[in-house]
């Protein structure tokens, strides 16, 4: 069965740096990969969606990559910042719902 | 409110009893879907609803069972509470045709069946 397997170690960086997640699945690439944000007690939040066929995405601070070769997807925060610091999800389209990774802890020190 | 909300926030059971867990959505989307959020497990499907009276079964049913007589509520149902069930529960939903297929979570519902 297809899997997303999320790097499950936390992830520390200081203030400013550039934070690099990583997403991989098996199998077969799904149509697209999302992005999520959770915070401590709340509900995840979407943050990004990338396509099969789209190699690159941004928003403001945010970067996706999704490199059907190497069957992964790279979550990158830019100049990064302590309210950066939750879990991320990241989740392959499984026909109408959605299957989850494990979810990677950041941590962003000033 | 606007949004998703869920109900309780926090519930203490015993094992045996039934118990329900609220979901309602105020934007008419048509999906809507229950996630259990485990340590070491991550988000695992439970059930979903494409629209009223259409559900389906997630990755983690047995124990379960949801109904969907509105478009705008999704209850799930612990017919008999096992300690397993201990859990965050959240509700989602999403928009049909939606340009990123995103789904909106609740706030999430914490359940400890002792």
New interface residues.
């Given amino acids: 069965s297809q899997k997303i397997e999320q790097n499950s170690e936390a992830l520390n960086i200081q203030e400013g740096k550039t934070a690099t997640l990583t997403c991989n699945y098996t199998n077969y690439s799904p149509a697209y990969l999302q992005w999520y944000r959770q915070d401590p007690g709340r509900g995840p939040v979407f943050l990004l969606l990338i396509r099969e066929n789209e190699k690159e995405k941004r928003k403001e601070r945010l970067k996706v990559t999704f490199d059907t070769t190497l069957k992964q997807s790279l979550f990158h925060i830019t100049a990064s910042q302590p309210a950066d610091s939750a879990t991320y999800l990241c989740a392959q389209e499984s026909g109408y719902a959605l299957n989850f990774g494990k979810g990677t802890s950041l941590l962003v020190t000033p | 409110d606007a949004g998703i909300t869920q109900s309780p926030r926090y519930k203490i059971t015993e094992t045996g009893r039934q118990v329900t867990l609220m979901c309602h959505q105020t934007w008419s989307h048509s999906?809507m879907?229950w996630?259990r959020q485990d340590l070491?497990?991550?988000?695992?499907?439970i059930y979903?609803s494409?629209a009223a009276d259409i559900t389906d079964k997630?990755e983690v049913p047995d124990g379960y069972v949801v109904s969907r007589s509105k478009t705008e509520n999704f209850p799930l149902t612990l017919e008999s509470a096992t300690r397993s069930q201990t859990s965050v529960y959240?509700c989602?939903s999403r928009e049909d045709r939606g340009q990123?297929?995103?789904?909106?979570?609740?706030?999430?519902t914490r359940l400890t069946v002792l």
Avoid at chain 2, 40 to 45: A, E, I, N, P
């Fill in positions: 999906y879907f996630y070491g497990h991550g988000l695992r499907l979903y494409a997630g959240f989602a990123d297929n995103e789904q909106f979570f609740g706030p999430g």
